[in-house]
């Protein structure tokens, strides 16, 4: 058993990181990231694991106050962007649809190019934990809009954006998320692992 400074609970003795790491939405207004601790942050995020070496994950970023937020947090959907105006980065994960395999002729569509991007996600967010911030993976933006306007090639995929901020009140959020706003629990270990074959 472990236990975390958010009074997370495993069943089974983890790093604490791992029950440190969870995604808040009240964020610091007046936090600023350092180019430091940004490219740290990816440099972590980079050296996850991928099928065959093909690092499928691209990551495009903007810090707050800058030219580029715009173009991404536009994206967001209002709900999104009602509490993520306040992080200090937001940063869209795509990955690689297609991918030299050894031997092939050209490039082959990947099977395992969003699972791979994944893997950098759950990289970039413990990082970020391990740096005092925390990163909050999203859904809610623009799927459609989202390659045009970030110039994505079609053999990309627009995985999710990320925002990057340090913990700030939770005053800050309207009421129905303010109740929200605590680290998750998980469903039982023993729900979720299964011996042999897929149990129901």
């Known amino acids: 058993m472990s236990t975390s400074s958010n009074n997370r609970v495993s069943t089974y003795a983890i790093d604490p990181i791992y029950l440190n790491r969870w995604s808040p939405r009240a964020l610091d207004p007046k936090a600023v990231i350092s180019e430091q601790d940004l490219m740290t942050i990816f440099e972590a995020a980079h050296w996850a694991p ?4 093909s690092q499928p994950w691209r990551f495009i970023y903007a810090r ?4 580029e937020w715009s173009r991404l947090f536009d994206l967001l959907v209002p709900m ?15 990955s690689a649809t297609t991918a030299q395999m050894p ?7 990947s099977y395992s190019h969003s699972l ?4 950098a996600w759950a990289y970039l967010a413990l990082q970020a934990t391990q740096l005092g911030w925390h990163a909050h993976a999203m859904a809610g933006f623009d799927v459609e809009r989202a390659p045009g306007v970030l110039n994505v090639p079609d053999n990309f995929r627009v995985e999710t954006v990320i925002a990057i901020g340090r913990i700030g009140d939770k005053s800050l959020l309207p009421p129905p998320l ?6 998750n629990t998980r469903r039982p270990v023993e729900e979720v692992v299964m011996e042999g074959a897929f149990r129901p």
Do not use: H, I, K, Y
């Open 50 to 53: 991928s099928s065959f070496n």
């Open 178 to 183: 303010q109740e929200r706003e605590q680290p």
């Open 116 to 119: 791979d991007a994944g893997a």
């Open 80 to 94: 999104n962007q009602a509490w993520a105006v306040r992080a200090s980065a937001l940063v869209v994960l795509v």
């Open 64 to 67: 707050r106050d800058t030219p």
């Open 103 to 109: 031997g092939a002729p050209g490039p082959m569509p």
